[in-house]
């Protein structure tokens, strides 16, 4: 079975913390996604990666940033976690190649608030 | 930007009935289509991937179709089951990008 593992299914933080999500993969994709989700709003991206230390915004960065170090774990890092920030996250994995299968797969989901 | 519609928003039906969930895109421009399942407070499961030269798949009661000219795609679920309560989710995988553009769903509910 394939496996995109979120560190933490619930956490609580207080506004101005440094705050860490961390994903990891065991299908050697070479994409990354976060995405946040919330109710009337959807799916949105944050953050996503291509490859090892390569990153690229997405449609909501503000506030956020990313780290790649290992083809199979991508972290999003809230510098000073404001209370807007509370939200599910959500992390994503995919091959990307036009001889590969690019279906993708998706974690369990974080659910953070911030107080 | 690829905007991606589900109609309807919500969906309430008895349980044995034959159902269509309804997905539109604005770009035909894409590269697959995934349909997702998603339970309340928990992840996205992958239900069907679409190829843009494909026109349907199927898993099971499941079956998805793919019309890209016109840009619209169908989950249809066959003999629906209380189980199959959950938010199913449309995504559109565009030529342009990596990521994938979502919907924002339709919640099903099925009672016995």
């Known amino acids: 079975d394939v496996k995109v593992t979120q560190s933490s299914r619930y956490l609580v933080k207080r506004t101005g913390e440094k705050v860490f999500l961390e994903c990891v993969q065991d299908m050697d994709h070479e994409n990354m996604f976060w995405y946040r989700q919330d109710p009337g709003l959807g799916l949105r991206l944050i953050y996503f990666?291509?490859?090892?230390?390569?990153?690229e915004k997405g449609d909501i960065p503000e506030g956020y940033s990313v780290s790649r170090e290992k083809k199979e774990r991508f972290s999003l890092i809230l510098e000073s976690a404001s209370t807007n920030q509370t939200s599910m996250y959500l992390c994503a994995s995919s091959f990307w190649s036009s001889t590969k299968n690019t279906e993708a797969f998706f974690g369990q989901g974080t659910r953070l608030t911030v107080v | 930007k690829q905007e991606v519609t589900q109609i309807p928003a919500a969906l309430s039906v008895p349980e044995g009935e034959n159902l269509v969930l309804n997905c539109s895109f604005t770009d035909s421009a894409i590269y697959n289509l995934q349909w997702f399942r998603q339970d309340p407070g928990k992840g996205l499961t992958s239900l069907l991937l679409?190829?843009?030269?494909?026109r349907e798949q199927t898993s099971g009661r499941l079956n998805a179709s793919l019309d890209k000219s016109s840009g619209r795609s169908t989950l249809y679920i066959a003999a629906s089951q209380p189980g199959d309560s959950a938010t199913y989710l449309c995504?559109?995988?565009?030529?342009?990008?990596?990521?994938?553009?979502f919907g924002k769903g339709t919640s099903l509910l099925v009672t016995p």
């Open positions: 990666s291509y490859d090892v230390k390569m990153k």
């Open positions: 679409i190829q843009s030269s494909q």
């Open positions: 995504a559109v995988h565009s030529n342009s990008g990596y990521a994938l553009n």
